[in-house]
């Protein structure tokens, strides 16, 4: 079961990786804030993270990231992509509190999902990217806070409306425990 389960996770490394570049690359929204967008894959990196847990979370964080910008820009923005990283596996992390895999994902479980991904996305956006992009870029702070707090609400907001509907979805096709009888 630990081998299956492994290879599941891996499988779902790889496609939800190819998903994050195709969403970030071609159904994000410009912001009119420079490299700062609306973007959809954080919906997607949420729904990958609370069904298929913290590495497969982060890990489809980064390698989404740095592949999205590699083809996107011709180099990786690491001061980005570590956060990507960062949203994935905390939002994954939290995941045992909302058990998606039970069926139910209802009002307690879409208000402590947003609660934590709010949280995930403030500290990610607003305070480890624009630190890392002037640690490591020599970034100018006014112009790097402006965007890490632009994309920090903005990834908040998708991940609260399309997040949580492709999470209540999922649970949809999930069986609630003890829904089925014997007769």
Same mark, same amino acid.
Request: charged share 15%; hydrophobic share 55%.
């Given at each position: 079961m630990g081998k299956n389960l492994a290879i599941k996770t891996i499988v779902a490394i790889g496609i939800g990786a190819a998903v994050f %570049? #195709?969403?970030g690359r071609f159904a994000s929204i410009p912001t009119g804030i420079p490299n700062t967008s &609306?973007?959809?894959?954080y919906a997607f990196l949420a729904l990958m993270a609370v069904v298929f847990g913290p590495i497969a979370g982060g890990l489809i964080g980064l390698i989404g990231h740095a592949l999205q910008d590699s083809i996107t820009y011709g180099s990786i923005w690491w001061?980005? %992509? #570590?956060?990507?990283a960062f949203v994935?596996?905390?939002?994954?992390?939290?995941?045992?509190? &909302?058990d998606i895999e039970s069926g139910e994902?209802?009002?307690?479980q879409i208000i402590s999902f947003n609660i934590v991904q709010a949280l995930v996305n403030i500290i990610g956006w607003g305070l480890i990217a624009p630190s890392l992009d002037i640690l490591i870029y020599a970034e100018p702070a006014n112009k790097v806070w402006t965007q890490g707090i632009a994309a920090g609400l903005a990834n908040i907001v998708t991940v609260a409306v399309l997040g949580t509907i492709l999470l209540a979805a999922y649970a949809k096709t999930r069986v609630k425990s003890?829904?089925?009888?014997a007769e």
């Open positions: %570049v #195709i969403l &609306i973007n959809t894959a001061s980005w %992509v #570590i956060v990507s994935g596996l905390f939002i994954g992390l939290a995941a045992k509190r &909302i994902f209802g009002k307690k003890g829904s089925l009888k």
